[in-house]
C-alpha cells in the first residue's frame, strides 16, 4: 500500500504499535541474571553518590549512656550514562509489505534491551580485578583496610588460585580458601560480619568444574567432596577470562554490585512522514534507548580469583 497524507499516519501508527508490541514480548520472555547479583539503586539525576560505610556498631548491652559511634564515610559516585539501538525501515518496505526481517530485528533488540544490566553488572564484576571501588582500591585487593587509625585491620578478597576439582588438597586451596576469606571478615568494631557466600559465578570454560564441585560427591583423587550442594553455580559469557572466577554472597539487601538504571530501556520510534530522513532517503527509524550505570557495592561481599595460579 502506497503510504499517503490521507493513509499515512494511520499506517505508521499501526506499524509502530506492532513494533513495539513485538519489542516487549520478546523483553518479557528474556532471560536475566544481573539481579542475582546487583542491587538494583534507581536514579533521579545525571548521577548517584554512595557513602558506603566501614563502621557500624554491634548491639552492646545497654549500661549507662548509649555509645555512639560516629560513621565513617566514603563518597562513591556513579554517572549515568547514555545507551541506544537504532534500526531504519525502508519506505519501499513498508509499501511492499515487507517487514519480515524488521520483525526479527526488533524480537533481537527486545532480547538486547533485557540483556543491558546484565551486560552493566557482569562488565563490572570481571573488571572488578582493576577497577577501584569506594575504598579507593581495586574492587578485589589483597589489601582493603578497615577501621581508622591504631584500630585499622587490613583483609583480602583476592586469590590467583584456579577452580579446581582434581583433588581436596586443590579444591581447600581454591574453593576452600575463598569460603574461608569470607567468612573471617570483621568490622572495624573487631566483630565477625557472618557473611556466608551462595553464589559462584564462573565462564564458560569452568562449567563443568565449578558444577562437580557442586554436585559429585568426591573428587578426582577419591576423596570426598566437602562443597557438593554449597553454591548457586552461574555460567557468565561476560566475563573477561577462562580462569576467573567469583564468590560472592548475594543473600542480603545490600550486595556486591549496584545496578543503578536512569532510564530502563524503552522503545522509540520516528515514524514522522515529514522527517528530513523520509524527504531525503525514505527511511523512518525506531530503537531502544536507555540510560544507567553499574558500579561496585560492598567488595566484602564478593571474593575473586583470577584463577592463574595451578
Not at 547479583?37 to 549512656?65: C, H, Q
Not at 577497577?131 to 578485589?140: E, G, S
Not at 582434581?166 to 571478615?185: H, V, Y
Not at 534507548?289 to 571474593?303: D, P, S, T, Y
Request: hydrophobic share 40%; proline share 5%; aromatic share 10%.
Amino acid at each position: 500500500m502506497i503510504i499517503t497524507e490521507q493513509n499515512g499516519a494511520r499506517i505508521l501508527n499501526a506499524l509502530s504499535t506492532s513494533l513495539k508490541l513485538v519489542f516487549k514480548n520478546a523483553f518479557d520472555a528474556a532471560p536475566s541474571n544481573y539481579a542475582k547479583v546487583a542491587m538494583e539503586v534507581p536514579s533521579t539525576g545525571a548521577s548517584n553518590t554512595y557513602a558506603w560505610t566501614d563502621r557500624f556498631p554491634a548491639l552492646r548491652k545497654w549500661i549507662g549512656d548509649k555509645a555512639v559511634k560516629k560513621l565513617t564515610g566514603h563518597a562513591y559516585i556513579l554517572v549515568n550514562e547514555d545507551y541506544e539501538a537504532t534500526v531504519e525501515v525502508d519506505r519501499n518496505d513498508i509499501e511492499d509489505d515487507n517487514l519480515g526481517m524488521y520483525t526479527i530485528e526488533t524480537q533481537a533488540a527486545g532480547q538486547s534491551a533485557k540483556e543491558w544490566p546484565d551486560d552493566l553488572v557482569f562488565t563490572v564484576l570481571t573488571k572488578g580485578f582493576e577497577l577501584k571501588c569506594y575504598d579507593d582500591k581495586p574492587f578485589y585487593s589483597t589489601d582493603h583496610k578497615v577501621g581508622e587509625g591504631k584500630n585499622a585491620k587490613v583483609f583480602s578478597n583476592k586469590l590467583t588460585k584456579a577452580l579446581s576439582v582434581s583433588s581436596l588438597a586443590a579444591a581447600q586451596a581454591s574453593l576452600g580458601a575463598a569460603m574461608t576469606m569470607m567468612q573471617e571478615l570483621k568490622d572495624s568494631e573487631g566483630k565477625p560480619l557472618n557473611l556466608k557466600a551462595n553464589l559462584l559465578v564462573v565462564p564458560p570454560a569452568l562449567r563443568e568444574i565449578a558444577n562437580a564441585l557442586m554436585t559429585t560427591d568426591r573428587l578426582e583423587d577419591g576423596k570426598v567432596n566437602p562443597y557438593k550442594g554449597e553454591f548457586e553455580v552461574l555460567v557468565c559469557p561476560w566475563l573477561d577470562t577462562k580462569t576467573e572466577w567469583h564468590l560472592l554472597d548475594s543473600s542480603r539487601p545490600v550486595k556486591p554490585i549496584v545496578y543503578q538504571p536512569r532510564k530502563k530501556p524503552n522503545f522509540v520510534a520516528q515514524f514522522d512522514m515529514n522527517s528530513d530522513s523520509v524527504f531525503m532517503r525514505k527511511k523512518y527509524r525506531y530503537g531502544v534507548e536507555a540510560r544507567g550505570v553499574a558500579g561496585f557495592g560492598l567488595w566484602q561481599m564478593a571474593v575473586g580469583s583470577t584463577g592463574t595460579q595451578a
